[in-house]
Every structure is written in C-alpha cells, then in structure tokens.
C-alpha cells in the first residue's frame, strides 16, 4: 500500500506501478463521507451542453416529411392467392400448362347424345321394372305407394313393437 492508504497494481502495458483506489469497505467513515460527498457533488455539477451542429434546411425538411408521411404498409397477399401464386409458378418451372377456355387450338367432335339408354339405365329399368317411358315421365300410370301415416301422441312410441323387434341398432 502506498502512502496515502492506496493499494498499488502493477500496470500491464507501462510494467510501472500504479495506485488503485481503495474499495467502499476499505475506508474509514469519514473517508466514505469524504468519497461520498465528492460523487455526489460531481454528479449534480451543472452540465456543459453540447455544442449543436446546424443541420441542412434540405435534409431536415425532408426528414420532417418521411416522419409526416410514413410509407404505406406493405399489403402481402392471403394464404389462398399466395397457393394460387405458387402453384402457378410450380407449373411454369414443370412447363405444364392448362388450356384455357377459348384458347385450345384443336377442335374437338361435337358430343352426340344416343337417344338409348346406357347399360347403368337400362340395369336400372330393369330392377325397379319401369317401363322408358315410364322412366322418362310419359306414362302417367305410375304405381302410387300407399303410406299408413300414424299420427303422433304425446307419450306413445312412433313404431309399433313388431317394427322395434325388426329395427337395427
């Protein structure tokens, strides 16, 4: 320690010693007072102000107006139209493209109704045993099912108990 109750380190660069300051529970009470009253009376001194660099009237208008008029957000598309947007770009890197309606060169047969029944119809007619013109809602002799239609009560079952014993699950 040095004289005045420093400690001295050795310094790195200039390899001379150097007095390091004594640490807040090293000092004596009047010396923490001491200490105390100096950091306080520094930080409260009145402070020298910067000096101000006058700025471009052109810049600071122009910084005035950015600060007025921010830009307008970025409007980013939806999760659908960006799908469409890579899915279309997808095509374009496969070359793959869908005609469009109007523009498809090759000019295709008109499609030509049969006035026949396909198979599908005619498996149809014969399992419900429908005449065509039946079918086709010519003939008005259709058979009309009969629907026995029970009213409803309050409290009673919709099926009878011969129904229930045949009804699933």
Request: charged letters at 30%.
């Amino acid at each position: 320690m040095g004289p005045s109750g420093e400690r001295w380190t050795e310094h790195s660069q200039h390899s001379q010693m150097m007095p390091k300051k004594k640490l807040a529970y090293e000092l004596t009470p009047e010396e923490l007072t001491e200490e105390v009253d100096r950091e306080v009376k520094e930080h409260f001194k009145p402070k020298i102000p910067e000096e101000r660099v006058p700025v471009d009237p052109q810049i600071a208008a122009k910084v005035y107006k950015c600060m007025n008029n921010p830009p307008a957000p970025i409007q980013l598309p939806s999760d659908f139209d960006r799908t469409l947007i890579k899915a279309q770009q997808r095509n374009k890197k496969c070359e793959k493209t869908v005609p469009q309606l109007g523009t498809v060169q090759k000019e295709l047969k008109p499609l030509v109704v049969t006035k026949e029944p396909d198979q599908l119809a005619a498996l149809f007619l014969r399992e419900t045993g429908f005449m065509l013109e039946q079918a086709q809602g010519k003939n008005d002799d259709l058979p009309i099912a009969k629907v026995v239609a029970v009213p409803y009560k309050l409290g009673q079952p919709f099926v009878t108990e011969e129904e229930e014993m045949n009804l699933g699950t």
